[in-house]
């Protein structure tokens, strides 16, 4: 069991906008620890998407847009297309395991 | 932009040392203050930080493998290693390197190589 929980999956039509949340506590999210997302295509490495809670390295479009609140974090992803099919995964720092930490991932499926 | 490829055995048989190492390319492993880890991920599951060394010799690692795992690096040849020692089936994973970002986040990614733990 992850020590952050995401959705096992989520859905939406091309063009439309999707949310991916990702659930911590006091010792992670809620402490104020950066929260990243990556994405991952079938079969291959992970590819990080959104930094430092809410920042997109160099190449990653604006669709793509990250946010926060309280013990929680989500990934917003707007017009959808089909290529965005991949799991995603947040990430973080955990203070009473002293451990970097991740989400369990989320299946997003562009009908 | 620096690139990351993993090496070693793919078959590892129980009880016995999981060794693998990670070449860095495209710069040196010595520049900026970066942090180079590694990760490994379960058939159809999810991600497991492993630990993380620094250019200087500085460790972090998972408290969970803490007693399994060491991680060092040769700057001289460009490259950090992982040894995990006591592998049992259930270590059985995709191996990544990883950049340790300067945020603590990572942003370059080796392939990922598949050790399986088998008799």
């Known amino acids: 069991q992850s020590v952050l929980t995401q959705p096992p999956s989520v859905s939406g039509a091309p063009g439309q906008r999707v949310t991916i949340s990702c659930t911590g506590s006091?010792?992670?999210?809620?402490?104020?620890?950066?929260v990243q997302w990556y994405q991952q295509l079938p079969g291959i490495a992970p590819k990080l998407l959104i930094f430092?809670?809410?920042n997109r390295p160099s190449g990653v479009p604006d669709r793509f847009s990250g946010s926060r609140s309280g013990t929680s974090a989500s990934l917003a992803i707007s017009g959808l297309q089909a290529d965005d099919e991949a799991d995603y995964y947040c990430?973080?720092?955990?203070?009473?395991?002293?451990?970097?930490?991740f989400g369990g991932g989320t299946k997003l499926t562009v009908l | 932009q620096v690139q990351l490829q993993e090496s070693g055995p793919g078959l590892v048989k129980p009880s016995q040392t999981l060794s693998l190492t990670c070449s860095v390319s495209?710069?040196?492993?010595?520049?900026?203050?970066?942090?180079w880890s590694w990760i490994r991920q379960p058939a159809g599951k999810g991600l497991e930080w492993i630990g993380r060394?620094?250019?200087?010799?500085?460790?972090d690692y998972n408290p969970s493998l803490k007693s399994r795992v060491t991680i060092a690096v040769d700057t001289s040849k460009n490259q950090f290693s992982l040894k995990l020692t006591s592998v049992i089936a259930a270590d059985t994973a995709v191996y990544y390197c990883?950049?340790?970002?300067?945020?603590?986040?990572?942003?370059?990614w080796g392939q990922g190589t598949l050790v399986t733990v088998s008799s």
């Open positions: 990883v950049r340790d970002g300067q945020g603590d986040y990572y942003d370059s």
């Open positions: 495209g710069g040196s492993i010595s520049r900026g203050n970066y942090y």
């Open positions: 060394i620094s250019a200087r010799g500085s460790t």
């Open positions: 006091s010792s992670n999210i809620g402490a104020h620890y950066d």
């Open positions: 430092d809670d809410n």
């Open positions: 990430q973080s720092y955990d203070s009473s395991l002293s451990a970097r930490v």
